[in-house]
């Protein structure tokens, strides 16, 4: 059973284009989460998704970034008109259900994106 | 690659009980060293890092964690656990180099009142 699945691995962007980061939940997981990490902090929630819903996006910037997570493939988050502050580490997690609820957390091994 | 453990998947103590959860990591290069929580219905927090100077690091809520450089290993404690620090614990560490991170797969705590 494969974990829980990001790609790219590394995003190079420069200024101003637009950065997809994907992610595939493991089989059977219907709930995805999307946390940033800055340099030199911590994780920091953004997003979390269920199937075609957005259910909780109160960690979100509220310009140039958007997240789906379609009836069929991965989830992807989206950063329009990219800057230099983009610059960070983004992890996807996902879960059966809602997780803390009695259910884990499962971490993909994150997305590095380089704004130049 | 990198691998983060964590030996205990589910540990339960009565309330006013001390609390070590075990964390161990493969890397032997410089690692900055972080424990999350996530408490039920929540997301995840962070409750303290590691970075560099003294290894004794004070967190939130009471916790704090020690880095045994030649154990590789950062512990989480707490003297006296109470009721609302029922929650799932997850040890992370990132290399300096290369900006990878790597979470362990988590604690469940539960404390019983």
Known sequence: NAGVMQ???HLVRRRGQEARLRC????????????????????KFMVYLQKENIIDESGMPKERFSAEFPK???????????????SAAYFCASSPMMAGAN??????SGTQLSVL | AQSVS????????????????????????????????????QHLQLLLKYFSGDPLVK???????????SKFSFNLRKPSVQWSDTAEYFCAVSQNTGNQFYFGTGTSLTVIP
């Open chain 1, 7 to 9: 790609n790219p691995r």
């Open chain 1, 24 to 43: 595939s939940p493991m089989k059977g997981h219907s709930h995805v989460y999307w946390y940033r990490q800055l340099p030199e902090e911590g994780l």
């Open chain 1, 72 to 86: 069929e493939g991965p989830s992807i988050l989206r950063i329009q008109q990219v800057v230099r502050g983009d």
């Open chain 1, 103 to 108: 259910e884990k957390l499962f971490f993909g």
């Open chain 2, 6 to 41: 964590q030996h205990n998947h589910h540990v339960i103590l009565s309330e006013a009980a001390s609390l070590e959860l075990g964390c161990n990591y493969s890397y032997g290069g410089t690692v900055n060293l972080f424990w999350y929580v996530q408490y039920p219905g």
């Open chain 2, 59 to 69: 967190g939130i809520k009471g916790f704090e964690a020690e880095f045994i450089k």
